[in-house]
Nanobody, 116 residues
Framework: QVQLVESGGGLVQPGGSLRLSCVVS????????MSWYRRAPGKERELVAG????????NYADSVKGRFTISRDNAKTTVYLQMNSLKPEDTAVYYC?????????WGQGTQVTVSS
């Protein structure tokens, strides 16, 4: 049974940091690219960051470059999203994805709220 379980969301003040984790089970984690997406209220889902199976290459949305870092630990079957210098516009539900958006597996999401 494929499972992706996100954690680490919460309420943080502008300028603060959070680290999201997504623990994966039920498939060979090291074979899959992993991504973080987010959906803000009233907006389309958007790609935040992605990482290749071995972790050698990453990509980021322009809006988070220089502030967010995606990483993975294949031994722990976990992908992370370190989020620094958070802004109110980063408020969203964050989802991890294994594989591609149309055929991959999604987590249930974790809420991130940036507010003073």
């Amino acid at each position: 049974q494929v499972q992706l379980v996100e954690s680490g969301g919460g309420l943080v003040q502008p300028g603060g940091s959070l680290r999201l984790s997504c623990v994966v089970s039920g498939f060979t984690f090291s074979n899959y690219a992993m991504s973080w997406y987010r959906r803000a209220p009233g907006k389309e889902r958007e790609l935040v960051a992605g990482i290749t199976p071995a972790g050698g290459s990453t990509n980021y949305a322009d809006s988070v470059k220089g502030r967010f870092t995606i990483s993975r630990d294949n031994a722990k079957t976990t992908v992370y999203l370190q989020m620094n210098s958070l802004k109110p516009e980063d408020t969203a539900v964050y989802y991890c994805l294994a594989g591609t958006p149309y055929t991959g597996a999604w987590g249930q999401g974790t809420q991130v709220t940036v507010s003073s």
